[in-house]
């Protein structure tokens, strides 16, 4: 359980608070500002849970993990879930998240302009598909430019288990839908995307389609693939020793993306 879990190492702050939902209701977010001085390039990220399960907390361990090694302001956004909000109730939340981020990115001590985007599992699905609805939104602004995407689950997933989550987020005729599956969409334009496959992980497959289909569209698109790992294994913060070197990558992923330059 959580409750057992480590916490995972410290960061200089933890600040908690709301932004407005898709529906205009105060949803929680978790900010993680590293110890160093900023402003710190932000990085917007999002739970897993297969859309049922989590919440702005239940990745602290990732979170404070990854904002220590990447010198990033995290701020982990919850979105509404299922079965009280099907789909595409998150896949909302989440760009409305991305949105009030990169608006109020400089008061929250981050460096304003582009955000990176990211999530892990059912997070990573709802990353993708906000940084899709960015670019289609950006006929202004800069877009939430570059995107993050974990896409990993492992033995902890089971076939059942993904077909429990689906039945509660979506109808299996909106499951093909770009906001549900964001390989379906428009993929041309997207910001360079960096994507995180396991090799025990029934979604692996999915993982490196989407890769191979973002640069198929001009895209960039890293992968990291954790050889011999599962799912669950890269987020285990303080028990899976031989994930941290991923998550060096995964950390220096968001610093690339965050400062391209």
């Known amino acids: 359980s959580s409750a057992a879990r480590p916490t995972g190492p410290e960061v200089g702050e933890i600040v908690d608070g709301t932004y407005p939902a898709a529906d205009g209701s105060p949803l929680a977010y978790r900010l993680y500002r590293p110890a160093t001085d900023g402003p710190h390039p932000v990085v917007v990220y999002f739970h897993g849970g297969g859309w049922v399960l989590g919440d702005e ?144 992980d029934p979604l692996r497959d999915e993982g490196l389609a989407y890769a191979e289909a973002l640069r198929d569209a001009g895209v960039p698109a890293d992968v990291i693939f954790g050889r011999g790992h599962t799912h669950t294994s890269l987020t285990m913060v303080d028990m899976t020793i031989s994930s941290v070197p991923y998550r060096e990558q995964m950390a220096a992923a968001l610093r690339r993306l965050a400062d391209p330059v």
């Open 57 to 200: 907390q239940s990745d602290d361990p990732l979170c404070r993990d990854l904002c220590g090694r990447s010198n990033c302001l995290i701020v982990s956004c919850n979105y509404r879930h299922a079965p009280e909000h099907r789909f595409p109730a998150a896949a909302h939340d989440a760009f409305a998240a991305v949105q009030w981020v990169s608006e109020h990115a400089a008061e929250l001590g981050g460096v304003p302009g582009s955000v990176v985007v990211s999530g892990w599992s059912a997070g990573g699905n709802v990353a993708a598909v906000a940084a899709q609805l960015a670019r289609d939104a950006a006929t202004v602004h800069d877009p939430a430019s570059p995107s993050l995407t974990e896409n990993a689950d492992g033995y902890v997933l089971t076939r059942a288990l993904m077909e429990w989550f689906w039945h509660h987020y979506a109808d299996p005729a909106d499951r093909e839908h770009p906001l549900a599956s964001p390989l379906r969409g428009e993929l041309a334009g997207l910001p360079p995307a960096v994507i995180i496959a396991c090799e025990f």
